[in-house]
């Protein structure tokens, strides 16, 4: 798994109000925490 989207690009996307904190990562290892989006009543979360 890989992490390669810019944070801008996330933030766009999924119409976050503030830049999330993304770091590129090549070699995500299993037990390594990564980003996931979430739909909740008031909006989405990182």
Known sequence: MILATPAAEV???FGFPE???LQPRWNVAPTQP???V???ED???L
Do not use: K, M, S
Request: no cysteine; net charge positive; charged share 35%.
């Open 38 to 40: 979430r739909r909740e």
């Open 34 to 36: 990564v980003p996931a």
């Open 43 to 45: 909006g989405r979360h």
């Open 11 to 13: 933030q766009r996307l």
């Open 19 to 21: 830049l999330p904190n």
